[in-house]
């Protein structure tokens, strides 16, 4: 049993994909976890546009099987064999404005994940009036520990699963 520790090393990802949200939305999360965090972290940005963002941001491409795939879908990307396993990984929506220290939250997280490697830790959309329901999840944040059994989820949604799954929903 590997124990997951804080001083592993924190990894923030977010995803900009389009137009909807431009270099300044992923600037101004970047600057905000460098003012609200007070232990070093790697900041990682998975986009197809790398213009006009911070030294410091971590730029990746998305995976080819990903390509074709548009908005809300991309956060699957985050399930891929994008992050080494075992690493702690930290998501947050470009359109997430950080108020408080984000210390709480990571040392929260790092609990959780410690007690189950095997749940993806998010939001509960009761935590956020404006969703207007109490029920199902919110993935604005989203927290796990990165493993081959969550690959299983961007890879059910590759090559058919995707069209079958977006015809639905």
Known sequence: HQSVAINEGITICCI?????????????????????????????????????????????????????????????????????????????????VVVGDLQNWMSTSFSAIER??????????????????KEGINSSLMVFCSQPRFRKLFSSLCGKGFDAITTYI
């Open 16 to 96: 900009k994909w389009g137009k909807k949200y431009d270099a300044k939305y992923v600037n101004a999360l970047y600057r905000a976890c460098n003012r609200k965090l007070r232990l070093p972290f790697t900041f990682i940005l998975f986009t197809e546009d790398d213009s006009d963002l911070d030294c410091g941001i971590e730029v990746r491409a998305f995976p080819s099987e990903a390509q074709l795939w548009s908005g809300w879908w991309l956060k699957a990307v985050i399930f891929s064999d994008v992050f080494s396993t075992g690493s702690v990984i930290h998501y947050i929506d470009l359109d997430t």
């Open 116 to 133: 189950n490697k095997n749940k993806v830790i998010v939001c509960s959309p009761a935590s956020f009036p404006n969703e207007g329901r």
